[in-house]
């Protein structure tokens, strides 16, 4: 049985108007950019078919458990973020951390869209504007073909100087900040007027619009793919991409780019699956549900990589080179890689606006659910204050506006340098898979894993197969505190294109970005356990005591 505790009437929250709403929110959240530039250069990495391995090992013990946990934590308690976490008082520190770390996602994750819409926009040309030496943003080092002039000591393809002269304007490091990229600031603004628009009324704009934007892109990723296997050289992609390397499971890095890149891709430790499921009916069978965003989720790595590496493949044999030179990972992959395979296609401009108009619809409604997941957290933490009126439509204008302020240092010309730290410590792996830890001992130690099996059991009117207690008990904090103690040994300092090395005062600011939302659950911990009065045994029981709604019990 649940202690419950009658708390003060605040006004009514809303609910998903249908449930497939959530199920296409949570594969818009979950599906994003990290499935087209993340999971296809890993698999080719680390052992192609053999990656599918350590994949699916990390998938099951890792990141379904807690995907699971979140969300059925968010229907059960009816809460965000941060209030969810009164089930285990005690580490309430995790949901404020987590809100910190959403907070910081949704500053620069937004950075992408900035760009991705620019390029879109530039797409529009009868001659894509990266794809020839002959621009105001060229240098005499500008170079397009498979042989490098004897004149040209330095040969430099049009694309990059497109990318780092044109987009970026990028500067020579972080010292030198420079000034705004208007274009991009511009862009940065649209893309801003979207989300907000998106996310201003709460679910009942945001599980309208997935509709589109989570459901579109499988097409725009389809008509690429079919595009991509006709290609000359595509099936040299294709098995460069899939040939399995056994010999590669020895490796230890392997397994931990397995386990980050679960706990990227299932976007879990933000918060976000937990707001999103507690705009479930308590009754909703959420593991159903769960389920089926996971399949999909997965099964779209594995289908984008077949898009992108088929067309990898034709270029590396368009330019004489092997797959593995025109392989990148991140932003070179969609702004650099497929923009130049792009333009040695037929119709160039339309494949180029297609293929940017998918990652603006697969970033954007990632986007809005990470806005959506932090505001609905503080929302929930203040329901009497910002639930009134239109006080929750002022404060996402003032979210809104703080992060289009912050994100402006991101797009000037030391702004790629400062949404690298940014992504390598504010969101990073480690960050994540601390949290993660977290959330299973809190669960399953401190509140009881048992009583939260009867919790399910009661939601969904069946008790669920005893695999998500193991993994919550044992296999989940075994596998994340390994990977976390493995890649943190293993990392190397943060550099750009491998040569630009970091002053230390930014990477200093990097490692605050990360340590304090991290240090929110010991710290919480120790201040909520000796703010209590009485005894310590009498302390213990105050702190650890759940605090659930009489709706919930």
């Known amino acids: 049985m649940v202690e419950s505790l009658q708390i003060q009437s605040a006004p009514e929250r809303e609910k998903w108007g249908k449930q497939i709403e959530f199920v296409l929110s949570g594969i818009g959240f979950a599906v ?10 890993l698999c080719y990495k680390n052992g192609g078919g053999a990656f599918l391995i350590p994949y699916f090992i990390c998938l099951v013990t890792g990141g379904i458990p807690i995907f699971f946990l979140e969300v059925g934590l968010g229907q059960f308690m009816s809460e965000g973020g941060i209030t969810a976490w009164n089930i285990c008082p005690i580490f309430k520190g995790i949901g404020y951390g987590t809100t910190i770390i959403c907070f910081l996602l949704n500053v620069y994750y937004i950075i992408i869209l900035a760009w991705a819409f620019h390029y879109f926009v530039n797409s529009f040309c009868w001659e894509l504007p990266w794809s020839s030496c002959d621009h ?17 000591l330095a040969p430099v393809d049009p694309v990059i100087e497109y990318w780092e002269r044109k987009v970026l304007k990028i500067s020579s490091g972080i010292e030198e900040i420079g000034s705004v990229n208007w274009e991009l600031a511009l862009s940065l603004l649209f893309v801003w007027i979207v989300v907000f628009f998106c996310v201003q009324n709460g679910i009942k704009t945001s599980g309208k619009v997935v509709y589109f934007t989570a459901i579109f892109p499988y097409f725009m990723l389809t008509a690429l793919l079919i595009r991509g296997v006709t290609l000359d050289g595509a099936l040299q992609g294709l098995e460069f991409y899939l040939k399995p390397n056994f010999s590669k499971l020895t490796e230890a890095q392997v397994w931990i780019d397995a ?3 679960i706990f990227f891709s299932y976007a879990i430790a933000l918060g976000c699956m937990t707001a999103l499921g507690s705009y479930n009916n308590f009754n909703n069978n959420f593991i159903r549900d769960c389920i089926f965003i996971s399949c999909v989720n997965s099964s779209t790595s594995l289908y984008s990589g077949l898009a992108v590496f088929s067309v990898l493949g034709f270029m590396a044999k368009e330019l004489g080179v092997p797959v593995a030179q025109v392989a990148e990972s991140g932003p070179g992959l969609v702004f650099i890689a497929y923009p130049k395979a792009v333009t040695q296609m037929q119709y160039s401009s339309v494949w180029a606006a297609l293929f940017f108009f998918m990652i603006i619809l697969m970033g954007l409604d990632s986007q809005f659910v990470g806005v959506e997941g932090f ?9 009497n204050t910002l639930r009134k009126g239109r006080r929750r439509e002022l404060f996402i204008i003032v979210v809104s506006i703080i992060s289009y302020a912050i994100g402006l240092l991101m797009v000037t010309n030391g702004g790629m340098y400062i949404f690298q730290v940014f992504d390598y410590y504010a969101a990073s792996g480690m960050v994540l898979l601390w949290f993660c830890f977290f959330e299973c001992v809190a669960i399953a130690y401190f509140y009881g894993v048992d009583r939260f099996y009867e919790n399910i059991a009661t939601m969904v009117g069946y008790r669920m197969n005893s695999w998500m207690r193991w993994c919550w008990l044992y296999f989940t ?8 103690i ?5 990392s190397l300092p943060l550099t750009y294109n491998r040569d630009y090395v970091y002053p230390q005062w930014a990477i200093t600011i990097g490692w605050t970005m990360a340590l304090v939302p991290m240090s929110l659950i010991p710290l919480y911990f120790f201040w909520h356990l000796f703010s209590q009065t009485g005894t ?10 759940p605090i659930i709604k009489n709706n919930c019990s």
Do not use: H
């Not at 493995?486 to 293993?490: D, E, L, P, Y």
């Open 32 to 41: 994003g950019l990290g499935n087209i530039w993340r999971f296809p250069y």
């Open 136 to 152: 105001w943003w060229n240098t005499e080092n500008c170079f397009r073909g498979k042989n490098t002039s004897s004149a040209v």
């Open 477 to 484: 904090p075994f596998v994340t505190m390994g990977i976390l």
């Open 259 to 261: 386990g980050t890149q």
């Open 486 to 490: 493995f890649s943190t040994a293993s």
């Open 375 to 383: 505001v609905t957290a503080v929302v929930d933490l203040f329901p």
């Open 536 to 545: 310590i045994s009498e302390k213990w029981k105050k702190a650890t005591e």
